[in-house]
């Protein structure tokens, strides 16, 4: 029998014989979007997971139920988004929450006290805030190091180290880690120390640390996976039984799961993925260029630059570059900035990103604010730096807004 037949032989089986499993390990990440983990409604034949806006389900008798008893264990709207995330980012689990930081929150539960967690020291402002003033009080200490040399990462690696942390590309800076580096030089150490990539600037489209080593990935779902900006949502996605196991189980324990309307309109976002992050990327590139030949810009921080020193490690492992930008100005000052931040008129002031609007931030005054100066100072973040997310509009359009912004300096 020729290749070609045993090939069709095993495709029609799996066709015909499982056709219920959607094909999920062939499929493209554009078709994975519309149908990993979507079944249609048993009871109706809807198209679209419908919500399931219940709090509590029938049970024939004790412990003889449909897979559902309580909604804060399972939601049949929420089951379809995990399965559907783990699908993206090639994982086997996935566990959602009420929002990124519930979702980080689950993973620090992992630990107890006297653990120790190896930060990036260029992360989120809330991340920081989580680490050193929630549970730094139950003793989980964590230390904050740069991660451009894996082999620095790991010689900090101690007995008490449990968890690494890690966000590529970093928020705000927009600094690369070599997932796949870290991963190995951590593992070499062979303390059993869980390895945890921050995925939301990227996405699950642009990025998969599970195919790199990690052990789990999170997301701030509220950000790219969502991308209208009117859901509040985290997950987190591993491949390891154990690890989702754990993860399960803090998650009902905890309560912080989010609301069925929320999966579902995170799943409705989700169709679009792709498109939307394929449209912020190309602007971003040309906002990028624009921005590096303007007078009254200092510096630019995109990983698309063949000059950004983590250029080719995001090429390496990434699909793009992404489609947020920061830059601060000639005149360092948060006046400077102020003045560029309060003139636009299509991005809007805001927090948040990823969505598909353009928004405009100052992580010193919004997202980092919670950082110290010193240690924000330490990454390059001045009081001038601007941070854009760029969204899907005409991107001549948005060059305009930002030109029209500077002539106020």
């Excluded at 006297?114 to 402002?125: K, R």
């Excluded at 949502?233 to 189980?249: N, R, S």
Aim: with cysteine; net charge positive; hydrophobic share 40%.
């Amino acid at each position: 029998m020729s290749i070609k037949l045993i090939c069709l032989f095993f495709y029609v089986e799996y066709v015909y014989i499982c056709p219920f499993r959607k094909l999920i390990y062939l499929m493209k990440f554009e078709t994975k979007v519309i149908h990993a983990g979507i079944e249609s409604d048993p009871s109706t034949g809807a198209v679209m997971t419908p919500i399931y806006q219940t709090s509590t389900y029938e049970q024939k008798s004790p412990g003889n139920h449909k897979g559902f008893e309580y909604a804060r264990t399972h939601n049949p709207t929420r089951s379809a988004l995990e399965k559907n995330l783990a699908s993206l980012e090639n994982g086997k689990f996935g566990v959602t929450f009420s929002s990124g930081m519930a979702a980080m929150d689950a993973i620090v539960k992992l630990l107890k006290s006297g653990d120790e967690v190896i930060s990036i020291n260029d992360l989120y402002g809330g991340s920081y805030r989580l680490l050193t003033k929630v549970y730094a009080q139950f003793g989980i200490q964590s230390k904050f190091v740069p991660m451009d040399n894996a082999k620095f990462v790991s010689e900090q690696i101690s007995k008490k180290t449990k968890l690494v942390w890690i966000e590529t590309p970093t928020n705000p800076m927009l600094s690369i880690v070599d997932i796949k580096q870290i991963v190995k030089k951590v593992k070499e150490v062979k303390r059993n120390v869980i390895i945890c990539v921050d995925n939301t600037f990227a996405s699950p489209y642009l990025q998969n640390p599970l195919d790199l080593g990690a052990d789990l990935v999170i997301h701030s779902a509220t950000k790219y996976i969502n991308g209208h900006s009117d859901v509040v949502l985290g997950a987190v996605i591993t491949k390891k039984p154990k690890l989702a196991e754990k993860l399960y189980f803090i998650q009902n324990a905890s309560g912080a799961v989010p609301g069925p309307q929320d999966c579902f309109l995170t799943l409705r976002g989700i169709k679009t993925l792709h498109l939307r992050v394929d449209r912020a990327c190309k602007n971003a590139k040309k906002i990028a260029r624009f921005l590096t030949l303007h007078p009254k810009v200092n510096n630019v921080y995109y990983p698309g630059f063949k000059a950004h020193p983590g250029h080719k490690i995001a090429k390496a492992q990434m699909r793009d570059f992404g489609g947020m930008v920061s830059f601060d100005l000639t005149g360092d000052s948060y006046g400077d900035a102020k003045k560029v931040l309060s003139n636009t008129k299509l991005f809007t002031l805001a927090e948040s990103l990823g969505g598909v609007e353009s928004l405009i931030g100052h992580p010193a005054s919004m997202t980092h604010a919670s950082i110290p100066i010193e240690e924000r100072h330490k990454v390059g973040l001045t009081d001038s730096l601007i941070r854009l997310s760029i969204g899907i509009e005409n991107v001549d359009d948005l060059i305009a807004d930002l030109e029209n912004a500077m002539t106020k300096l």
